[in-house]
């Protein structure tokens, strides 16, 4: 019983960590991303939504674009931090989206 408190502890102390934008994980590469992507973002659908960007992921070693969307603030005066691609030396890191 002790050990399968532990596990579900663990597991979910990694998916809110995950969920905060944290927990260490990044994604390094060896090129930058693409020019990113444009469009029309339209009205949101409602109070406390906030726009967030689209941006490329690197996947299956290859880019894949992640369309921007609305999401709700999960909590009040929450602000959104993009995700970004920094180059670091010879390689890319991408720096998840996260909220502030």
């Not at 597991?11 to 960590?17: N, S, Y």
């Not at 929450?78 to 996260?98: D, H, I, K, L, T």
Request: aromatic share 20%; charged share 15%.
């Amino acid at each position: 019983m002790r050990k399968r408190l532990m596990v579900g502890t663990l597991v979910l102390a990694g998916a809110a960590l995950t969920a905060c934008g944290g927990g260490g994980y990044y994604t390094s590469v060896r090129y930058g991303p693409p020019a990113p992507r444009y469009g029309v973002v339209g009205y949101a659908p409602g109070p406390g939504y906030v726009w967030t960007d689209g941006y490329w992921d690197w996947r299956a070693n290859n880019w894949y674009w992640v369309g921007g969307r609305w999401q709700r603030q999960p909590r009040a005066r929450a602000v959104w931090v993009s995700p970004s691609w920094r180059q670091n030396g010879a390689r890319w890191r991408f720096n998840r989206g996260y909220w502030r």
